[in-house]
T-cell receptor, first 116, second 114 residues
Framework: AQKITQTQPGMFVQEKEAVTLDCTYD???????LFWYKQPSSGEMIFLIY??????QNATEGRYSLNFQKARKSANLVISASQLGDSAMYFC?????????????FGTGTRLLVSP | DAGVIQSPRHEVTEMGQEVTLRCKPI?????LFWYRQTMMRGLELLIY????????DSGMPEDRFSAKMPNASFSTLKIQPSEPRDSAVYFC????????????FGPGTRLLVL
């Protein structure tokens, strides 16, 4: 079974609009972390935002926020005021368990295209 | 601060040749990870180290792949002999290792095996 599911292969958004990239996860572990990474066409993987399973509030980092709905096991990324430079692949990832277990499992990614 | 450093950035080799990929993690990070990214399989964890010791190598595809971490500032991923299906982008990442800590990725090595 897929641990991380990203159902949107591609998304389009106009500059300055907000966009939500979907991510659902599957785990029975009460302790886990959720991450979003951005991969532009140049290829590097850039960390965007982190949400811990015990965090009471949704994570925010500048224009990025994470809509964490624990009961639904979803961790959607919201990008506000999209910019042309936001065009990239976006990956959701999960790390399960305690500090001794460091394995990250990635989703298949969503390609975001921001148009002028 | 320097991020994760990988070399070479690009490698083209012929089938059967030995390939060695190198990684220098962020100073002070005690976890190091090797990932492979392909169109067909996405991002896969190959192996990771904690304090230079391999912890989980269940993602290493076969015996042709080996990884070492002789010290805290250097790791290698070796493929011998290489095959065309090994063509991929190989990423190295490092982290402090706490649950909340992020894995920071290097720029990747784009490998093409002809």
């Amino acid at each position: 079974a897929q641990k991380i599911t990203q159902t949107q292969p591609g998304m389009f958004v106009q500059e300055k609009e907000a966009v939500t990239l979907d991510c659902t996860y599957d785990t029975s572990d009460p302790s886990y972390g959720l991450f979003w990474y951005k991969q532009p066409s140049s290829g590097e993987m850039i960390f965007l935002i982190y949400q811990g399973s015990y965090d009471q509030q949704n994570a925010t980092e500048g224009r990025y926020s994470l809509n964490f709905q624990k009961a639904r096991k979803s961790a959607n990324l919201v990008i506000s005021a999209s910019q042309l430079g936001d065009s990239a692949m976006y990956f959701c990832a999960m790390r399960e368990g305690n500090t001794g277990f460091q394995k990250l499992v990635f989703g298949t990614g969503t390609r975001l295209l921001v148009s002028p | 601060d320097a991020g994760v450093i990988q070399s070479p950035r690009h490698e083209v080799t012929e089938m059967g040749q030995e390939v060695t990929l190198r990684c220098k993690p962020i100073s002070g990070h005690d976890y190091l990870f090797w990932y492979r990214q392909t169109m067909m399989r996405g991002l896969e964890l190959l192996i990771y180290f904690n304090n230079n010791v391999p912890i989980d190598d269940s993602g290493m595809p076969e015996d042709r792949f080996s990884a070492k971490m002789p010290n805290a500032s250097f790791s290698t991923l070796k493929i011998q002999p290489s095959e065309p299906r090994d063509s991929a982008v190989y990423f190295c990442a490092s982290s402090l290792g706490l649950l909340q800590e992020t894995q920071y990725f290097g720029p990747g090595t784009r490998l093409l095996v002809l």
